[in-house]
């Protein structure tokens, strides 16, 4: 028999859990059970006369062969390849680069320089909203949304612009996902309720309560954002427009969290079924150290988990969803059945984002824009679709790269950040491993699921 390589072992006194990433399948093994494993795969012995093996065969830990064991790899990236081409494709327009505030850790600021300040304008809209229809009739068996990103996609100037983007999305009956930092958002109001049936959710980022978020989320000049921000909610909610509040969340503010669940249920927020709430690391994908207080994901999840275990609401409110490493096993916690693996990394790597930025270039990922070497075409002057550059992108899985192929938690990391393996100048090949991923899920398997259980 032999042992598959996607197996992650953590050992406790008395028992092991164990995850197969490939399978998505967690167990509890008693020491026994794990020497009879052991002494089983070693002596090449067959496991059918014994039960415990049978059923360990079943759930992808032992295959008769390692052929066998690639065959199963096989499958499950082909499978994702074909459901990728029917997954929401998010078709996303920047009216600008530039922004009301200036966030600690913003990734806009980051080492590619000054981003162009110019707006679109009516041209250069109706050419990005001309080349999203022509990619849609292109690849039809794709699902559409539209969405908003900035810069700040929602400042006084860039009102007719997204006008004209809402009209657009609802005579093609899309769905918007509206991403604002919410500062100007109150006077957008009537417009957004206008358009209403359109928008599925505008998310606004408050980072704790309100001396925290305005430390990290301070205008351009200087003030604080908080209580334009919170107002800004408020109007959403009245007009029944579904909110999703995204808290960036690091070392220096995850202790706050529950602040900011009392002032969301003070408020009326929390409760209401138009309102939710979604956790974001924060990340410095391309390594730069200029974001301040990244903290590695194994670390702040055990942070997080403190917190939670003081104050259960919060986690109620907050929950685990922004941490894309749980997001393969979150089921367990949720639904107590393994969730998928994941074969990507991200929308990205199945072309689920197309990025138009003011700059007239077409983008994969939205972290990404302002970056022309990294666009996978243009919308100005004319439309051109770069597919060599887009398959570096949409080409990227678990089995392009040998290191992830082979890798123990490959279907559970996807590969990681493409933007961040191609920004070295690679062809995106390089993987991009997430320091302490293993650790992480050991952590939130021993803290949430086994507990659960
Ligand atoms: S990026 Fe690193 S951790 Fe992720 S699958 Fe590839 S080798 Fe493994
Ligand atoms: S490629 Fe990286 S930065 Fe871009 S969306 Fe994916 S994970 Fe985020």
């Not at 949409?394 to 961040?420: E, H, M, S, V, W």
């Amino acid at each position: 028999m032999y042992l598959t390589r996607y197996l992650v072992r953590y050992k406790h006194p008395g028992y092991e859990i164990w995850l197969n990433a490939l399978t998505g399948a967690v167990d509890w093994l008693s020491r026994e059970e794990v020497g009879l494993i052991e002494r089983t795969y070693c002596r090449q012995e067959a496991p059918d006369e014994e039960p415990l093996l049978t059923q360990l065969v079943a759930r992808g830990y032992l295959y008769h062969d390692e052929a066998a064991e690639k065959r199963a790899f096989d499958e499950l990236v082909d499978d994702h390849a074909e459901a990728g081409g029917v997954r929401i494709t998010n078709q996303i327009v920047c009216p600008t680069y530039s922004c009301n505030l200036r966030c600690v850790y913003c990734f806009e600021r980051l080492p590619h320089g000054d981003l162009p300040r110019k707006p679109m304008d009516r041209t250069s809209t109706s050419a990005a909203l001309a080349a999203f229809s022509h990619i849609r009739e292109t690849e039809p068996e794709r699902n559409y949304s539209i969405g908003l990103f900035g810069g700040e996609p929602l400042m006084p100037n860039t009102r007719s612009v997204v006008s004209r983007i809402l009209a657009d999305a609802e005579s093609n009956s899309l769905p918007v996902m509206i991403v604002t930092n919410g500062f100007d958002v109150s006077g957008f109001v009537p417009l957004m309720e206008q358009y209403v049936s359109s928008i599925m959710a505008v998310q606004i980022t408050i980072d704790g309560p309100e001396d925290v978020h305005d430390e990290r989320r301070p205008t351009a000049g200087g003030r604080g954002s908080f209580k334009s921000v919170a107002a800004a909610v408020d109007s959403l909610l009245e007009k029944q427009i579904k909110v999703v509040l995204r808290t960036n969340v690091d070392s220096s503010n995850v202790g706050r969290l529950p602040e900011l669940a009392r002032f969301a249920k003070a408020r009326g927020w929390a409760g209401n079924p138009a309102f939710s709430c979604s956790l974001a690391p924060v990340k410095d994908h391309l390594h730069s150290g200029m974001i301040p207080n990244v903290t590695p994901e194994a670390e702040l999840l055990s942070a997080l988990l403190d917190v939670y275990d003081r104050d259960p609401d919060t986690e109620d409110l907050f929950g685990f969803e922004g941490f894309q490493m749980l997001s393969a096993i979150g089921g367990l916690v949720k639904q107590d059945q393994p969730s998928a693996p994941r074969v990507y990394h991200c929308e990205a790597n199945y072309g689920g984002f197309w990025v138009a930025g003011p700059d007239g270039f077409i983008y994969a990922c939205p972290e990404s824009i302002g970056q022309p070497q990294l666009a996978i075409g243009r919308y100005l002057p004319e439309l051109e679709i770069w597919t060599e550059n887009r398959e570096k992108w949409a080409g990227r899985n678990i089995r392009t790269i040998k290191a992830c192929a082979d890798c123990q938690i490959g279907p559970l990391c996807g590969g990681g950040c493409t933007y961040a393996s191609l920004n070295d100048l690679s062809d995106g090949s390089r993987p991009v491993c997430e320091p302490g991923l293993i650790d992480a899920i050991g952590v939130f398997l021993q803290r949430r699921v086994l507990r659960s259980r």
